[in-house]
């Protein structure tokens, strides 16, 4: 039974400086490299307690995967009934543009209606298990509402901070849901940097992007869900929407997971980015075959999510990019919403500008011949449109 399932979270460990750190502890990042810290699990241990076909069995949602998340006690799941989105073809979209096996993950069934509720569902359940009781997080936008969800249903407090232009439902969503909502003039990135003060001052725990370990824990589903969905195999492509990378660097820490358990064959999907032109630091990075992101200035693009000019995960975000054979593209923000209402039109979904972007840049790729047509290929509509209106 699912409400019994153990986690199998063994340890954190550094990528980049291999340090291991306790897992039932508080932890944030490496100090000494300035690095996320990644989950480790027992997977010997998932190995002698589940099976794939037994998690194919339980009750829908992100749970189902308790043997690798890092929530132990389970009584401490909490839910809002994140996960297990629609994986839908997109057969006229994808006749038009001459493919056979063209796919999205909607994730905008999510709470808050955009994916970042898996992130943070996982990691306020963590954070509650290790004590904490007031949460902080800068946000581009639906990661405050995800926090704010999260944090009311768990009975603690939340703290956001926002652009002052972020989309308007966004704000009116964290108020609403019982957090503190204060308005930022600049980046998510000043943002940020107000966070980690008033983290330190106060002692509220910073969920931002990467500072701590369990965010990507979650969005790690996503590409648990694939590969069931998929017959443990995976697709030839994914298109992924790139901001901070959670998802991207969650996905291929998923496979890794998935073959180390021989779950799944060594085959893996190239992996590409997306990014706004007005916010392309992973691009350019990629295109000069650089190991670090460098600031991207006057980031500006109507896909708020795409908005994160120096992400912290740039490290992991490449090498994902490098190892699966992948790629990073840019697309206008007129190419962006001329591709949402294109979607829209044909198939009756109304996807977010980030998942509208995938798309724009599936048709660049296709044009280039980097994606083949004979392909399948998942794009990821990461939220709903309607945030945005
Ligand atoms: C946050 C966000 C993104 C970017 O996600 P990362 O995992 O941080 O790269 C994309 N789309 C939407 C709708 C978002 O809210
Ligand atoms: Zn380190």
Redesign the pocket.
């Known amino acids: 039974m699912q409400t019994h399932a153990e986690s199998c979270l063994s340890e954190l460990e550094c990528p980049e400086c291999s340090q291991r750190l306790s897992a039932d502890r508080l932890q944030t990042f490496c100090e000494q490299c300035k690095s996320p810290l990644l989950a480790r699990y027992d997977l010997d241990r998932v190995l002698a307690t589940v099976s794939p076909q037994e998690i194919t069995r339980r009750p829908r949602g992100l749970w189902r995967w308790a043997e690798l998340l890092p929530v132990r006690n389970p009584a401490l799941r909490i839910t809002l009934g994140e996960g297990d989105t629609p994986l839908l073809p997109l057969e006229r979209l994808g006749r038009g543009l001459g493919m056979s096996a063209l796919w999205v993950k909607d994730e905008s069934f999510n709470p808050t209606a955009?994916?970042?509720a898996r992130?943070l569902g996982v990691a306020v359940a963590r954070a509650l298990e290790l004590g904490v009781r007031e949460f902080v997080i800068p946000t581009?936008?639906?990661?405050g509402g995800a926090l704010a969800a999260y944090a009311a249903r768990g009975g603690a407090k939340a703290h956001v901070f926002m652009p002052a232009d972020a989309p308007h439902p966004n704000q009116e969503e964290v108020r609403i849901l019982g957090a503190d909502c204060h308005l930022v003039e600049g980046l998510i990135s000043d943002a940020g940097r107000l966070a980690a003060e008033q983290a330190r001052e106060k002692g509220w725990f910073d969920v931002s992007?990467f500072k701590e370990p369990y965010r990507a824990e979650g969005?790690k589903t996503m590409g648990l869900e694939l590969a069931e969905a998929f017959g443990w195999q995976l697709p030839d492509v994914i298109l992924?929407?790139?901001?901070?990378?959670?998802?991207?660097v969650?996905m291929w820490k998923a496979f890794a997971e998935l073959e180390a358990l021989g779950w799944i064959d060594r085959r893996r999907p190239r992996m590409i980015s997306v990014q706004a032109e007005g916010c392309a630091p992973v691009v350019r990075a990629f295109s000069q075959h650089a190991e670090r992101v460098e600031f991207w200035q006057n980031a500006s693009t109507l896909?708020?999510?795409?908005r994160?000019p120096g992400?912290f995960a740039d490290r992991l975000i490449l090498r994902a990019l490098r190892e699966s054979g992948g790629t990073a593209v840019a697309v206008s923000d007129e190419q962006i919403t001329a591709a949402q209402k294109r979607w829209a039109a044909a198939e009756g979904m109304f996807t977010?500008p980030?998942?509208a972007a995938c798309l724009a840049a599936l048709e660049i790729l296709l044009e280039t011949g980097q994606i083949g047509r004979r392909e399948s290929v998942v794009l990821f509509n990461?939220?709903s449109g309607l945030k945005y209106i």
């Open positions: 955009s994916f970042k992130g581009a936008g639906n990661a992007t969005k992924y929407p790139t901001g901070g990378g959670t998802g991207l969650g896909a708020s999510g795409l994160v992400p977010a980030e998942g990461t939220g």
